[in-house]
């Protein structure tokens, strides 16, 4: 009896899970290899960072979801070269792993636009590490605003800059400023918290660019009215580690701010560039490997890029968003693919399905789009939560999810405000807060 074709899918996120999971009953044998063991819902995220849900709750151990997938394993382990020749990945160990199709899902990470040493001071929001050190900088943030005396230093203290008014940004600032005036309300004596200034940067003229305009407007009128300042039109020129200087109308101004928080951009992660330089593939400026329309490399059918590491422009020209619905869908796809080619079938150029795009801004604040219907407050908002709960891999997940959430909603108490990490760091506000007590 042959050997089963070897299916090999670097990166357990949204785009390579599915597409292993739609193998399950292909006469293929799957081995998933990621650095990580578990799966992680990134877009809940900020939710972690803000203090609202633990680590847990929004991931699923890679090993458990794919247990019951006979034809399925997983290898804990980092990808840093690919063999075409051979058809072989390399891992860092020196290990190598055969394929006879190759998947790379490996995601992305955030963009500085040049700027990357800007991330020590305005960290972004892609990892499970990138969100409990957030949340530390922002809890501390009023922690060491509780013990200072100095009144400037309080005020930067007690400001908090969000730089980027797309989803991530948005929901960000949303989520800080419902900490401020409601979750933090009576813990402190020395200070306020709902005197903390949160400022949303965006260097767009509206904030939710790709939604309709007047879902943009909304999300600002929201914003607003919970007490963020929005500016548009604003564009970060840098960030240290006491505040951001920024340009609008060709005046520039510094803010001064303790805490700076990135959601402005991201690009792929840096497997792409190895795996371009190994076949000679094309990216973009973001480093995204420009793939075919069936989500192949050019002259390398075996080989498949989905989700945020893929440029694929082959929809009107215009690249696909990296967001979670794109890379499950090209998963599915190139999982249905592998499985008519074995059957010595043809099948037709992958075709995004645009299924809406949603934030949420605080309780009973969202925008949603669903096709032509623009839903704005209570409505989207319950949208926000019902689809992002079943989105959730585990049931256990998707229960301890809507029990964190429905004590929210009555108490405002995020449970999960954990100060974890070693005190003194740099990266805690700044790096200067340990001095003013």
Not at 107 to 130: N, V
Not at 143 to 167: K, M, N
Not at 268 to 291: F, H, Q
Request: proline share 5%; glycine share 10%.
């Amino acid at each position: 009896m042959p050997d089963p074709h070897r299916v090999v899918i670097i990166g357990g996120g949204f785009g390579g899970l599915r597409c292993a999971q739609a193998l399950a009953r292909a006469p293929v044998a799957v081995t998933v290899i990621d650095r990580r063991n578990f799966h992680l819902f990134q877009p809940l995220l900020y939710q972690v960072a803000t203090g609202a849900l633990s680590p847990a709750n929004i991931a699923a151990p890679l090993r458990s979801v794919l247990k019951r997938q006979r034809n399925a394993r997983v290898l804990l382990g980092e990808a840093v070269a690919i063999d075409a020749r051979v058809r072989a990945v390399r891992l860092r160990d020196g290990a190598d792993v055969p394929y006879d199709t190759l998947v790379v899902a490996t995601g992305s990470r955030h963009h500085y636009f040049g700027h990357q040493e800007w991330e020590a001071f305005a960290p972004g929001l892609k990892t499970i590490e990138d969100a409990t050190a957030m949340r530390r900088r922002i809890f501390l943030a009023f922690e060491h605003a509780e013990r200072t005396g100095d009144v400037a230093e309080r005020a930067a203290l007690l400001t908090f800059v969000v730089v980027g008014g797309g989803p991530t940004g948005v929901e960000l600032a949303g989520a800080l400023a419902e900490i401020a005036r409601h979750t933090m309300a009576h813990e402190f004596r020395a200070i306020d918290p709902a005197a903390a200034r949160i400022i949303l940067v965006e260097a767009g003229d509206r904030v939710l660019a790709p939604y309709d305009p007047i879902l943009s407007g909304k999300a600002v009128q929201a914003l607003t009215r919970i007490g963020v300042t929005v500016r548009t039109s604003t564009q970060v020129i840098a960030v240290r580690d006491d505040g951001v200087d920024v340009t609008s109308a060709g005046a520039t101004e510094t803010i001064p701010a303790r805490t700076v928080l990135w959601g402005a951009g991201v690009m792929a992660s840096p497997l792409g560039r190895i795996v371009a330089e190994s076949i000679a593939a094309e990216t973009d400026r973001s480093g995204r490997v420009m793939v075919e329309p069936d989500c192949s490399v050019a002259g390398h059918p075996e080989i498949f890029i989905v989700g945020d590491l893929a440029n694929f422009s082959h929809d009107g020209g215009k690249p696909l968003p990296g967001v979670a619905q794109v890379a499950m869908q090209q998963g599915d796809h190139v999982a249905r693919l592998i499985r008519s080619r074995l059957d010595g079938r043809q099948l037709p150029p992958f075709r995004y399905r645009d299924l809406g795009n949603m934030a949420t801004i605080g309780k009973h604040l969202a925008v949603a789009e669903m096709g032509s219907l623009r839903l704005s407050g209570w409505l989207a908002w319950l949208a926000w939560l019902f689809i992002h709960v079943l989105k959730l891999v585990r049931f256990e997940s998707r229960v301890l999810v809507l029990v964190q959430w429905a004590w929210y909603y009555v108490s405002w108490n995020r449970s999960a405000r954990l100060i974890t990490g070693d005190e003194g760091s740099k990266a805690d506000s700044g790096g200067k807060i340990a001095d003013s007590a």
